[in-house]
């Protein structure tokens, strides 16, 4: 059963759902900001974990000042919030994309929060060598949106999707105009883009972690960050079924992974 809750933290009502029983496990999302991306995972984990996941600020029933950019700290501490909420000091921690790079700042400035950490696929391309490169396309998607709106801003921004077949990134551009679309265009997209991980930090800190990419992400920006983020760290690298939304698209293999990864 999916229980609904929620913190205020910072002038935000952080709204979250749990379900199951057993050590906290926190998945934060990317893009788009909301639990409901988590569903069937959270219902794959909730037999070994209390598995609890949140609408980021300003995004889907959490408020917060949709006036203000992403500010990467301030997430991190929304995190500690929810972990705090639900009761707990510590906790598990799953983050995809932009959600990792959270965890990444949850490791760097709150590693006492977190048990382990599951970094899968972070969008931190200032840690490439070719992250000039990277970053040039990102601000060319901002453009596009400035110009011409979210659907055309989301088209150019799929496009740097690996494991994908075509027509599915023109379904997915599709089904990514959300209500939290223009918020995530206008107030979070260069913000994560720009975010620099203090890795030396978090390996000084010894935090467990798990860097993490998919197998059908091979190339792809987000997954050679992955691969530098764990070189740098120290941290153990960890090979996921599927592509950059897997845990949305074919969740089962994904969770037999991260369980692994967990333990």
């Not at 050590?23 to 959270?42: E, F, K, M, V, Y």
């Not at 980021?56 to 705090?84: E, F, H, K, P, W």
């Not at 000084?204 to 764990?230: D, I, P, Q």
């Amino acid at each position: 059963m999916i229980t609904t809750s929620s913190v205020h933290t910072e002038g935000a009502q952080i709204v979250y759902d749990h379900q199951g029983s057993g050590p906290p496990l926190l998945l934060i999302s990317g893009g788009g900001g909301d639990a409901a991306r988590h569903q069937r995972l959270a219902a794959l984990l909730a037999g070994q974990y209390t598995v609890v996941s949140y609408d980021r600020r300003c995004n889907s029933r959490s408020t917060g000042d949709t006036s203000q950019d992403l500010d990467m700290a301030q997430q991190a501490r929304d995190a500690v919030a929810v972990i705090r909420a639900m009761g707990h000091q510590r906790a598990y921690v799953f983050g995809n994309s932009c959600g990792a790079s959270i965890g990444l700042e949850l490791a760097a400035c709150h590693p006492e929060a977190i048990i382990k950490l599951i970094a899968h696929e972070p969008p931190v391309m200032s840690i490439l060598p070719d992250g000039r490169h990277w970053q040039t396309f990102m601000d060319g998607a901002h453009d596009t949106f400035l110009a011409e709106g979210d659907v055309a801003a989301m088209k150019v921004f799929h496009s740097s999707f690996v494991g994908f077949e075509e027509s599915t990134i023109a379904r997915i551009s599709a089904e990514n105009i959300t209500p939290n679309s223009e918020f995530f265009l206008s107030r979070e997209f260069l913000p994560i883009t720009y975010h620099v991980p203090d890795l030396d930090r978090i390996r000084a800190n010894g935090v467990a972690m798990v860097s993490a990419a998919g197998s059908a992400s091979t190339g792809a920006f987000y997954a050679r960050t992955a691969k530098v983020v764990a070189e740098r760290t120290g941290c153990p690298y960890a090979e996921f079924p599927g592509n950059h939304i897997a845990f949305i698209s074919d969740p089962e293999p994904f969770a037999q992974v991260l369980r692994e990864s967990l333990r």
